[in-house]
Antibody, heavy 127, light 108 residues
Framework: QVQLVESGGGVVQPGGSLRLSCAVSGFPFNSYGMHWVRQAPGKGLEWVAF????????YHADSVKGRFTISRDTPRNTLYLQMNSLRAEDTAVYYC????????????????????WGQGTLVTVSS | DIQMTQSPSSLSASVGDRVTITCRASQSISNYLNWYQQKPGKAPKLLIYTASSLQSGVPSRFSGSESGTDFTLTITSLQPEDFATYYC??????????FGQGTKVEIK
């Protein structure tokens, strides 16, 4: 059974740091790229970051570039999102999701879909 | 970046109704368009990938189609469990992967 379980969310002050984890099971972790997606309260979905199956091809949304870093630990079957210099506008539920069906080439990625998703972890940035 | 525009933003419908949601891409994206369903407090769930392929386990009352840069999600006979928010997503050229703003389907 494929499972993605996020953890690490919580309340942090502006300017602070937090590391999210996504523990996966039920599929060969080193065969799939992985995404982080977030959803601010009452808002839509916003893609945050992607990492390729082999740890290469790491991409971040402009809104988090230079502050967030996606990584993965294959032996631990775990995906991470290191979040630094947090702002109030980073307050959201953060989901990890598996990238399925696509491929990356020449700095672009194509035709994947996000399935499945974890249950999400809430990050609140507030003083 | 490719922009995705969904319409309507919300709609009210009754059980048994046929419901259509549209998503327009700001440029050609071939058929690299996915649809997700999200219920309150839950993670999104994949319904349809590459415009018209039904994800395993998703009821056949859900279908997707395309016409140029316009994409449609159709629910042929709305069921009580279908009341949710639906998002389209393009994966033609990423990064960034972009979503539509969502369509909330409510009970009339």
């Amino acid at each position: 059974q494929v499972q993605l379980v996020e953890s690490g969310g919580g309340v942090v002050q502006p300017g602070g740091s937090l590391r999210l984890s996504c523990a996966v099971s039920g599929f060969p972790f080193n065969s799939y790229g992985m995404h982080w997606v977030r959803q601010a309260p009452g808002k839509g979905l916003e893609w945050v970051a992607f990492i390729g199956h082999d740890g290469n091809n790491g991409y971040h949304a402009d809104s988090v570039k230079g502050r967030f870093t996606i990584s993965r630990d294959t032996p631990r079957n775990t995906l991470y999102l290191q979040m630094n210099s947090l702002r109030a506008e980073d307050t959201a539920v953060y989901y990890c999701a598996r990238s399925t069906g696509g491929y990356c080439s020449g700095g672009h990625c194509y035709r994947d879909w996000f399935d499945p998703w974890g249950q999400g972890t809430l990050v609140t940035v507030s003083s | 970046d490719i922009q995705m525009t969904q319409s309507p933003s919300s709609l009210s419908a009754s059980v048994g109704d046929r419901v259509t949601i549209t998503c327009r891409a700001s440029q050609s994206i071939s058929n690299y368009l996915n649809w997700y369903q999200q219920k309150p407090g839950k993670a999104p769930k994949l319904l349809i990938y590459t415009a018209s392929s039904l994800q395993s386990g998703v009821p056949s009352r859900f279908s997707g189609s395309e016409s140029g840069t316009d994409f449609t999600l159709t629910i042929t006979s709305l069921q009580p469990e279908d009341f949710a928010t639906y998002y389209c997503q393009q994966t033609y050229s990423a990064p960034p992967w972009t979503f539509g703003q969502g369509t909330k389907v409510e009970i009339k």
